[in-house]
């Protein structure tokens, strides 16, 4: 019997793509030792050296504080809390500086302190800058400035702006740097200002940051565990290493879209989770920006459950047949709020969805309907695959990035591109600089 559903080792996930093989296109679902072992074991082996030399770092990062930065990111929040002085982080990013935080944050909010409230800057808008600061007192915020470069204008930007809002005295007490160890910008201003500074390992890239102090201090800070956190991404991790290739679902899954590329180049990412919504932006980002070079790649789309059942359903069901879905799904909560049952008193008529409702409970309908989801796509000849989280904390989270990362930079292998550069970005970098070279200033 052919397996179809697998939990990555002892972490808490499970992929199932049984419904990614049942509408497979070509010859049939090709998992056969025989037929993918050589192009697999290339793609991997390429992969793994790059790894293993800490060329790409994100991988090493669950196992290696020196990546991590683990140690010197607990020390840092552990120092700015004992001062008792901050009840706001003003945090300046965009791309991968922010996408990984902003999601983290976001998915575990329930389990994030009540001290400290995060205010995300990504986007350099005069009116969102405006009313953000209007909110808060430069005494009681910290400034953290994210760009590993230490030149990313949309940040350095926004800093120069939080700069003058501080005020100069605040800059060494209330600035925090995070960036690249020893070159940029960024870098060189926080030596001369003596603003302390976390570091990013030059071998982990923007949208594979979340392992670095770029997301490992914001949950720090937000009173989250990030040893929790690095433990699912370890989990992940070494279920990766003890896997056979032939079994690993994480590229069994990435070949399988690859082989349905032609066909299918919409991957919409699609949580049944208010909580995982945000996952969506982050997938968007990693998977366009990783596998999108060499005329290849693939369309990332967010979605979230059961909310766009309303919106993009009907297309995924009988728009044009050029779409894979992921589904993630939360199987506990805390609190999975019983469905009541109300007495209007007399006079009152039995209302039909109100009695099929009742007894049941909100967690209950949510699962339900991303089954029917399924079951409509599934039916309709239209694949889709499940990524399960156990619940939401720390460590799945942590497994959860992992996971996808992996799957990221297997896919983009097997595909014969890089997924670790971004030289479409990298040009629009130069035509901005040449434009504000260009201009007039005051």
């Given at each position: 019997m052919t397996v179809t559903a697998s939990r990555l080792g002892s972490?808490?996930?499970?992929?199932?793509?049984?419904?990614?093989?049942?509408?497979?296109?070509?010859?049939?679902?090709?998992?056969?030792?025989?037929?993918?072992?050589?192009?697999?074991?290339?793609?991997?082996?390429?992969?793994?050296?790059?790894?293993?030399?800490?060329?790409?770092?994100?991988?090493?990062?669950?196992?290696?504080?020196?990546?991590?930065q683990v140690r010197e990111t607990e020390a840092m929040v552990q120092e700015l809390l004992k001062r008792n002085q901050f009840t706001d982080c003003l945090f300046?990013?965009?791309?991968?500086?922010?996408?990984?935080?902003?999601?983290?944050?976001?998915?575990?909010?329930?389990?994030?302190?009540?001290?400290?409230?995060?205010?995300?800057?990504?986007?350099?808008?005069?009116?969102?800058?405006?009313?953000?600061?209007?909110?808060?007192?430069?005494?009681?915020?910290?400034?953290?400035?994210?760009?590993?470069?230490?030149?990313?204008?949309?940040?350095?930007?926004?800093?120069?702006?939080?700069?003058?809002?501080?005020?100069?005295?605040?800059?060494?007490?209330?600035?925090?740097?995070?960036?690249?160890?020893?070159?940029?910008?960024?870098?060189?201003?926080?030596n001369k200002e003596g603003i302390p500074t976390l570091h990013i390992a030059p071998s982990i890239g923007g949208r594979f940051s979340i392992f670095s102090p770029v997301g490992l201090f914001p949950a720090a800070f937000a009173g989250l565990s990030v040893s929790d956190f690095l433990a699912g991404a370890k989990q992940v991790r070494d279920f990766v290493e003890k896997t056979p290739i032939e079994k690993n679902p994480l590229f069994i899954l990435g070949d399988e879209l690859i082989q349905q590329g032609s066909r299918r180049t919409v991957h919409v990412c699609m949580p049944y989770s208010t909580r995982l919504r945000l996952i969506?932006?982050?997938?968007?980002?990693?998977?366009?920006?990783?596998?999108?070079?060499?005329?290849?790649?693939?369309?990332?789309?967010?979605?979230?459950?059961?909310?766009?059942?309303?919106?993009?359903?009907?297309?995924?069901?009988?728009?044009?047949?050029?779409?894979?879905?992921?589904?993630?799904?939360?199987?506990?909560?805390?609190d999975e709020v019983k469905i009541p049952r109300i007495n209007f008193g007399p006079g009152h008529p039995s209302y039909a969805s109100f009695k099929l409702l009742e007894g049941h409970t909100l967690h209950e309908l949510l699962q339900t309907e991303y089954r029917a989801t399924s079951q409509v796509l599934t039916k309709k000849g239209r694949p889709n695959a499940t990524m399960r989280l156990d619940r939401l904390d720390e460590r799945a989270m942590g497994a959860l990035y992992f996971a996808f990362s992996v799957l990221t930079a297997f896919t983009g292998t097997l595909m014969r591109i890089n997924p670790f550069d971004q030289p479409g970005v990298e040009e629009g970098k130069i035509y901005t600089r040449e434009a504000l070279s260009s201009g007039s200033r005051e």
């Amino acid at each position: 019997m052919t397996v179809t559903a697998s939990r990555l080792g002892s972490s808490p996930i499970m992929l199932d793509w049984s419904n990614l093989v049942r509408v497979s296109t070509g010859t049939g679902f090709k998992t056969e030792l025989a037929t993918h072992s050589k192009e697999w074991a290339d793609a991997w082996g390429k992969l793994k050296a790059r790894f293993e030399t800490n060329e790409i770092g994100f991988y090493n990062a669950p196992i290696a504080p020196e990546l991590s930065q683990v140690r010197e990111t607990e020390a840092m929040v552990q120092e700015l809390l004992k001062r008792n002085q901050f009840t706001d982080c003003l945090f300046l990013g965009i791309g991968g500086s922010a996408l990984g935080p902003i999601s983290l944050l976001s998915s575990l909010q329930e389990k994030c302190g009540p001290k400290i409230r995060f205010h995300f800057t990504e986007n350099p808008d005069p009116v969102e800058w405006r009313a953000t600061i209007s909110r808060l007192s430069p005494d009681r915020t910290l400034v953290c400035a994210v760009t590993k470069s230490g030149t990313t204008f949309e940040t350095v930007a926004q800093m120069l702006a939080a700069l003058e809002w501080l005020g100069k005295t605040r800059y060494q007490s209330h600035f925090l740097a995070i960036t690249d160890p020893s070159r940029g910008d960024l870098k060189a201003f926080a030596n001369k200002e003596g603003i302390p500074t976390l570091h990013i390992a030059p071998s982990i890239g923007g949208r594979f940051s979340i392992f670095s102090p770029v997301g490992l201090f914001p949950a720090a800070f937000a009173g989250l565990s990030v040893s929790d956190f690095l433990a699912g991404a370890k989990q992940v991790r070494d279920f990766v290493e003890k896997t056979p290739i032939e079994k690993n679902p994480l590229f069994i899954l990435g070949d399988e879209l690859i082989q349905q590329g032609s066909r299918r180049t919409v991957h919409v990412c699609m949580p049944y989770s208010t909580r995982l919504r945000l996952i969506g932006d982050w997938f968007v980002q990693l998977w366009g920006e990783s596998l999108g070079k060499d005329g290849k790649g693939f369309t990332p789309v967010a979605a979230v459950g059961a909310t766009d059942q309303h919106s993009i359903l009907q297309l995924l069901r009988d728009g044009p047949d050029d779409k894979v879905t992921l589904f993630m799904v939360v199987d506990q909560v805390e609190d999975e709020v019983k469905i009541p049952r109300i007495n209007f008193g007399p006079g009152h008529p039995s209302y039909a969805s109100f009695k099929l409702l009742e007894g049941h409970t909100l967690h209950e309908l949510l699962q339900t309907e991303y089954r029917a989801t399924s079951q409509v796509l599934t039916k309709k000849g239209r694949p889709n695959a499940t990524m399960r989280l156990d619940r939401l904390d720390e460590r799945a989270m942590g497994a959860l990035y992992f996971a996808f990362s992996v799957l990221t930079a297997f896919t983009g292998t097997l595909m014969r591109i890089n997924p670790f550069d971004q030289p479409g970005v990298e040009e629009g970098k130069i035509y901005t600089r040449e434009a504000l070279s260009s201009g007039s200033r005051e």
